[in-house]
Nanobody
Framework: QVQLVESGGGLVQAGESLRLSCAASGRTDINYAMGWFRQAPGKGRDIVAVIRWRGGSTYTADSVKGRFTVSRDNAKNTLYLQMNSLKPEDTAVYFC????????????????????WGQGTQVTVSS
């Protein structure tokens, strides 16, 4: 239905910034909830931020609120995660994902609620 490819990860020092991109192809006309998740070594895959593909509600996890911003460019079929003031605890593989909307007002926060996933991109923050 939709294919997702993340890019933009890398190795940075604490306090620096990165912008992750998620390029979408396929059926991008559906108003998916688009989520960013991250998975640290030995940990589960946790929600970071959510935005609807065609606009609407957004969500940002408390752990990154004020530092990370989710956005999208529909003309480019691309989702972004701007990450500022990075901390070592932000080190993780970052994934983008798409949720098929059953209720357009609902913001899905659980991994199991997402239907399509990218392959992930590694972000490493050194102290």
């Amino acid at each position: 239905q939709v294919q997702l490819v993340e890019s933009g990860g890398g190795l940075v020092q604490a306090g620096e910034s990165l912008r992750l991109s998620c390029a979408a192809s396929g059926r991008t006309d559906i108003n998916y909830a688009m989520g960013w998740f991250r998975q640290a070594p030995g940990k589960g895959r946790d929600i970071v931020a959510v935005i609807r593909w065609r606009g609407g509600s957004t969500y940002t996890a408390d752990s990154v609120k004020g530092r990370f911003t989710v956005s999208r460019d529909n003309a480019k079929n691309t989702l972004y995660l701007q990450m500022n003031s990075l901390k070592p605890e932000d080190t993780a593989v970052y994934f983008c994902a798409a949720n098929i909307p059953l209720n357009p007002w609902y913001i899905p926060l659980s991994r199991s609620e997402y239907d399509y996933w990218g392959q992930g991109t590694q972000v490493t923050v050194s102290s």
